[in-house]
């Protein structure tokens, strides 16, 4: 049997690197709107085209999860990601490498089903939340070596080396994290056959009423992530600034991510939906704040994006583990899917409108904005009753 914290480790590893460029890039955004000419509407499209790319194939790649297994995905589909990236990081022209990105992305959503479902059916129910949790940091921790590597591989060679290195260390840890995970579906293929229908779990009872949950918090994070580099910049901090601000989210996202996980285990996994309801209210009251402290200057700016990272950046494990024990085990590729596609389609689409009322009434009109967002967010959670999953594990 193999050992599910060296599992564990593996998707860490893996979802980290890929996320270098999925979570990551909004740390070099001045230097694509500097390169590209971009305005904050268009960087906004650029920065999260391989959201977009993730958005509209998730819910094939859940299908191709559930259906084949995780290794074959992991396998063919990082190595893609990761080529698709290097090739990306060559064009001079924004449209060209928005296409790159967005098709590094369509790959990619593969990687992220596969890595999520292998950490899923790893777990009993009063440790997944804490394992999802430990799975959803490592997308931060891509953030974080985001903000170590790129803006130091664009002073030393310009944008393309950044793009290209990430690319680079997509390939390589997914493949080494394909060849651990078991051969074969994680469901009998008899099960898997019967159990291929998107469209039923979507009508899962809790189902829609979680997707709402997940595109009104979508919109605290994609601020963050997106803006929160550029904003900084434009109140006339410096790179180095910018640099330091994306590590300490990454890092805050990271702890929130372990932190509301193991939250939601509580009670056996029974606070599952309390522990999201408590995530939207910190980071709607988190926001509000950012919005009241940002004349402040750059110091109290950077302090109230960490604390908005805690909650606007931590809903994501604990929002997967409640999707997937609605659906059952058998489609907990599919239900991740789902989920997946609403945060990355919401996020990637919303950050065009954000970036629209940046550019018209200023950066610090997104705060208020996600604050709410975040409570609308709140108020969906109000009536959701997901179901505990205790259904056997594999071996």
Not at 17 to 23: D, E, G, L, T, Y
Not at 47 to 70: E, F, H, K, Q
Not at 73 to 81: H, K, N, R, T, V
Not at 301 to 310: E, Q, T, Y
Request: charged residues 10%; glycine residues 14%; hydrophobic residues 55%.
């Amino acid at each position: 049997m193999r050992s599910p914290y060296r599992l564990l480790v593996l998707a860490l590893a893996c979802q980290a690197s890929i996320s270098i460029v999925q979570w990551g890039l909004g740390v070099i955004a001045p230097d694509l709107q500097s390169r590209y000419g971009l305005s904050a509407a268009g960087l906004g499209a650029l920065v999260n085209a391989t959201a977009l790319g993730n958005a509209v194939a998730l819910i094939v790649a859940g299908v191709i999860v559930d259906r084949s297994g995780p290794r074959k995905p992991l396998l063919y589909a990082g190595s893609a990601s990761g080529v698709l990236l290097i090739g990306g990081s060559q064009l001079t022209n924004p449209v060209g490498l928005g296409i790159a990105l967005f098709a590094s992305g369509v790959a990619g959503a593969v990687v992220a089903v596969a890595a999520t479902v292998s950490v899923f059916y790893g777990f009993p129910p009063e440790r997944r939340g804490f394992a999802l949790g430990m799975r959803q940091m490592s997308v931060a921790l891509g953030g974080l070596l985001a903000a170590l590597l790129l803006p130091l591989a664009v002073h030393l060679s310009g944008v393309p080396l950044a793009l290209g290195l990430s690319g680079a260390l997509t390939a390589v840890t997914a493949v080494v994290f394909a060849l651990y995970t078991p051969h074969g579906p994680l469901v009998p293929p008899t099960a898997a056959r019967r159990v291929i229908a998107p469209f039923e779990v979507l009508r899962a009872p809790g189902m829609p009423r979680l997707l709402v949950v997940a595109l009104c918090y979508i919109v605290g994070l994609t601020t963050v992530l997106t803006f929160g580099v550029p904003a900084l910049r434009d109140g006339g901090a410096s790179r180095g600034d910018g640099s330091l601000l994306f590590a300490f989210v990454s890092l805050s996202a990271m702890a929130a991510r372990i932190g509301w996980g193991r939250l939601a285990d509580f009670g056996g996994g029974r606070r599952r939906v309390a522990t999201l309801r408590d995530v939207g209210i910190f980071a709607s009251g988190a926001a509000l704040l950012t919005w009241l402290v940002w004349p402040q200057g750059t110091a109290a700016r950077v302090v109230a994006l960490v604390v908005l990272s805690l909650g606007a950046l931590g809903f994501n494990g604990v929002l997967y583990v409640i999707a997937g024990e609605i659906a059952g085990a058998a489609r907990a590729g599919q239900a991740v899917a789902l989920m997946s596609t609403a945060l990355f389609g919401g996020g990637a689409l919303a950050a065009v409108p954000l970036g629209a009322l940046a550019d018209a009434q200023g950066y610090r009109s997104l705060w208020l904005a996600a604050s709410v967002a975040s409570g609308l967010g709140v108020l969906a959670t109000l009536r959701l009753r997901p179901v505990l999953l205790r259904e056997p594990l594999p071996e």
